[in-house]
């Protein structure tokens, strides 16, 4: 995986951050290989957690996915799609 600079916010708390990080990464990661449905939504759920706003995530899903050239938002719709114990790959 590349070495990217994750859209944070300097208001979280270093626990946010690295669950922040976590989702970005395991995101990316789906593009490249298969990852558990499990994994996505359970780190998404703690990413809306810490980004409550629909206009907060678009923007920072839009910042990663510009500079991943991934996109956050298919990561999660193909997860919820997903059966139970399947894994995603984008």
Request: with cysteine; hydrophobic share 40%; glycine share 2%.
């Amino acid at each position: 995986m590349s070495e990217l600079h994750m859209p944070i916010s300097m208001e979280w708390s270093k626990e946010e951050v690295i669950d922040a990080v976590n989702f970005f990464q395991t995101v990316e990661r789906a593009h490249h290989k298969a990852v558990p449905r499990e994994d996505i939504l359970a780190l998404y759920n703690r990413f809306k957690e810490i980004v409550p706003s629909k206009s907060e995530e678009k923007q920072l899903f839009r910042t990663f996915d510009e500079r991943a050239e991934v996109s956050c938002w298919q990561a999660v719709q193909a997860a919820k799609k997903a059966e139970p114990g399947e894994k995603v790959k984008l």
